[in-house]
């Protein structure tokens, strides 16, 4: 299907894949078997300028939208899911310096994120506090200039590895959804350390880590917003990424369906390609319509966010949760077509299968996906009222 991408937008596709193919697709089996962070392949992407693709030129970034950050996310996770998630989680950490930093900030900040000399990462996410982010128990007391942070965040994507960290803690219990506030430490911030690199089931490139505070102090220059306004910055931030996730599904189910056809073709069953049968053929027809009508909610998401729309919260949560469960669905597919092939280590829909899972579980699960959509549609009716 065309899309009618800019000639830009289709250079940022091209370059995206040309990378994915020729550097992520050699290493990506070993990469995963011992769960390695992709820093040489990081290290290309910040040479070939696209970790500030969504980063605008007056702090060094490519000047795109959401949409070319979706088409590179797209990309590389149709040859690896982990490093996908490996470049996308940076945006994560960044979005909420774009969106809430004061012009300070941002200059100090951004530009090394945009030139890919440091990565970023985004702390909300505690033990007890996963869907219901208002339980987190992290704190951060004012104490003069300072703040001073308490606590654990839990699975951050990119933990260790990033510099720059967003991180959202309570600084006042007692007034709830308003008592958060959002923060920007820095790696090396004393009272500031990890915990182990998860081992996890897919994305295993991927740096998952806890965030470990201990009466670290952070600057109160370092507060994004103000006081208070912790859960905002969190909350318009997801609805920002959420469509660069449906894009890494989107991806990751494009390589399996890719996969699933190839294999068709070569594999010879009662003396004819198994793509003769019209068993597999509906399945390839069915896998390739859930990924087209995937991408298409994907774009027209970060279309409507890169247009200006206001409240985007609903059309982010739709193309995130429909294009996770396609991931599901054509991962499991591609698996089933391949047969026993498909279940080894040998042949890449495995590896995919495992990876799709997560993008129905991160940045809000798929059950809240869809709470957030059904609160979007009746706040739509009642304001029509
Ligand atoms: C690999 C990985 C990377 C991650 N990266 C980050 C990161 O970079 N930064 C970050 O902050 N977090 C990160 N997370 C955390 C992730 O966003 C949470 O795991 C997710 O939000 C769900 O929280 P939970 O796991 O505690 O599940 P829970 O909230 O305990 O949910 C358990 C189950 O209950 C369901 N449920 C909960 N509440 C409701 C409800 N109200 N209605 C219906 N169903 C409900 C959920 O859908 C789920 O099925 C990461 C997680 C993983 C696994």
Redesign the pocket.
């Known amino acids: 299907m065309d899309y009618f991408l800019s000639e830009e937008q289709k250079m940022v596709k091209d370059l995206a894949a040309k990378i994915a193919e020729e550097k992520v697709k050699p290493v990506r089996e070993e990469l995963d078997e011992k769960g390695e962070f992709p820093w040489d392949i990081m290290k290309v992407f910040a040479e070939s300028d696209m970790c500030g693709l969504y980063i605008p030129e007056q702090y060094g970034g490519f000047g795109g939208g959401t949409l070319e950050f979706c088409l590179a996310t797209e990309e590389i996770s149709r040859v690896c899911g982990g490093v996908g ?1 490996t470049f996308a ?1 940076s945006a ?2 960044a979005v909420p310096i774009l969106l809430f930093g004061s012009e300070e900030q941002k200059k100090k900040y951004l530009p090394d994120i945009a030139a890919g000399k440091k990565l970023a ?5 505690e ?1 007890n ?5 208002g339980g987190m128990e992290t704190t951060a007391k004012k104490q003069g200039d300072h703040y001073v942070i308490n606590g654990t ?7 260790g590895e990033a510099e720059t960290y967003t991180v ?1 803690a309570m600084t006042d219990k007692k007034k709830g959804s308003r008592g958060a506030t959002a923060f920007i430490v820095e790696k090396g911030t004393p009272g500031f350390s990890f915990g182990k690199k ?1 081992n ?1 089931m897919g ?1 295993r490139c ?1 740096a ?1 880590r806890e965030l470990v505070f201990q009466d670290c102090k952070v600057p109160a220059s370092n507060v994004l917003g103000k006081e208070g306004m912790g859960f905002i910055v969190a909350m318009k931030t997801l609805d920002r990424t959420r469509p660069g996730i449906g894009a890494q599904a989107v991806g990751i189910a494009q390589g399996a369906l890719d996969e699933a056809l190839k294999y068709s073709r070569e594999r010879v069953q009662f003396g004819k390609p198994i793509s003769t049968f019209q068993a597999i053929q509906h399945m390839l027809a069915d896998m390739a319509t859930q990924v087209e009508a995937a991408r298409a909610l994907v774009y027209a998401s970060a279309k409507t966010i890169d247009a200006g729309a206001k409240d985007i919260t609903k059309d982010a949560a739709i193309a995130k949760l429909f294009a996770s469960d396609v991931a599901m669905k054509v991962t499991t597919d591609a698996v089933q077509i391949l047969g026993g092939y498909g279940y080894m280590k040998e042949y890449p829909v495995e590896k995919m299968m495992r990876d799709a899972k ?1 993008t129905q ?8 996906q ?2 957030q959509i059904a609160l979007g549609l009746i706040k739509e009716v009642v304001s029509k009222k």
């Open positions: 998630v989680a994560l950490g990462a985004f702390g909300l996410t033990a506090a996963g869907s219901d982010a965040k839990q699975w951050i994507t990119n933990g959202i998860e996890k994305i991927s998952t997560i579980i991160y940045e809000g699960t798929n059950q809240i869809r709470n």
